[in-house]
């Protein structure tokens, strides 16, 4: 297959269960290899200019990543609980200490004899830890070190395609070099091909679509190269099929449950924390700080509805639970009957505009 990119001709082989297994262009050729599950364990490639060649092997926990490494450095990556969303990435500057594995074809196998069970591998000693800061998606934004300081931070187009990105070295001087390939949930950025690795299959952020076949057929939707509706309110981190956000879930249950048909869900992330809101359901008991920073909006930018909004009701929820919600995200859906408009994003009123900034609350459409 061929593929026109920004950077030249790609040109892309599978294999016989419709896993890539190599590529080539203008500047790379790529090799990759998969376990038994489908998962992506190793990558090799080679630069056609400098002759660089690069071996990496990646080790998986269930579906997600759990760490990649080279013959200079390991990453090992953990996650918010039960998600593809990243927390952390720990790091030290030496290869993954690997066991070999014994061909058990002409004996019987036993655990006792199984050399990952007979050894035990000493802790290794981190040289940093970087932490993730992500939108209301999972993405990565920013990555602070164990001092806060901000050592990586990207900008990315609709899709995810990233437009820009600055490391440590870029915002002090001397600093190490921090890289970031994790995408939207569920994917790595290939440099080699410019695609993202998404479990089952890679996409394209250059047009918003897989380059593959969903190896779900039909089950995943009618077109099976679609990633998502669209990119700010959907996600896929196997690559199988799209899936909603907690705001949308929320939107969801308001209709089903409660029967509304019209107004907006919300959800605010705290860190690791997700609470929801809906408009109209505001607790007549607003905490004081709410209760002032609602009274702070000037006459003129007061909606018809000042107080009974999704963000509202999510961030007095967060409040009497004594959650500080500075820094936090908040996400917003339309309720609708209307199927079409139901779910997709709704921006803030010029209330909600003015108490989200006095919280120091951002808004996922910026």
């Known amino acids: 297959m061929r593929q026109k990119s920004s950077k030249g001709d790609l040109y892309l082989e599978w294999d016989a269960c419709g896993r890539l297994i190599k590529s080539r262009n203008t500047e790379y050729t790529a090799e990759f290899r998969y376990d038994a599950l489908g998962r992506r364990i190793q990558k090799r490639s080679k630069h056609h200019h400098t002759g660089e060649e690069q071996n990496v092997i990646y080790g998986w926990d269930g579906n997600t990543l759990a760490f990649e490494s080279n013959d200079q450095i390991t990453k090992h990556y953990v996650y918010e609980k039960d998600s593809f969303v990243p927390l952390l990435q720990a790091i030290y500057r030496e290869p993954i200490e690997l066991v ?168 605010l992330q705290v860190g690791s924390i997700n609470i929801s809101g809906i408009s109209g359901r505001v607790d007549k008991n607003v905490h004081p700080q709410l209760k002032k920073a609602l009274n702070n909006v000037p006459e003129e930018e007061q909606a018809p509805w000042h107080g009974n909004c999704a963000e509202v009701d999510a961030i007095n929820k967060a409040l009497k639970k004594g959650i500080n919600v500075e820094g936090a995200t908040i996400d917003v859906v339309n309720i609708n009957s209307n199927d079409k408009r139901h779910g997709t994003h709704k921006p803030a009123c010029s209330s909600c505009n003015n108490v989200l900034k006095q919280f120091g609350v951002n808004s996922s459409e910026k």
């Open 100 to 267: 070999q594995t014994p061909d058990w074809t002409d004996q019987p196998y036993h655990i006792a004899k199984d050399p990952l069970w007979r050894k035990t591998a000493p802790a290794k000693s981190l040289d940093n830890i970087c932490f993730y800061h992500c939108d209301h998606l999972g993405t990565p934004q920013e990555m602070s070190d164990a001092q806060g300081q901000m050592v990586w931070k990207a900008e990315y187009k609709a899709w995810g395609e990233r437009v820009s990105a600055k490391s440590a070295s870029s915002f002090f001087e001397n600093s190490e070099i921090v890289t970031n390939n994790i995408r939207f949930q569920g994917q790595y950025f290939d440099e080699e091909t410019g695609l993202h690795y998404n479990r089952y299959r890679y996409y394209s952020p250059y047009v918003g679509r897989f380059i593959s076949k969903d190896p779900i057929g039909l089950l995943g939707g009618n077109n099976v190269y679609a990633y998502a509706p669209n990119p700010v309110s959907w996600i896929d981190p196997l690559g199988l099929n799209r899936k909603k956000t907690p705001a949308q879930l929320t939107a969801d249950r308001a209709r089903s449950e409660l029967g509304k048909t019209s107004g907006a869900a919300a959800d």
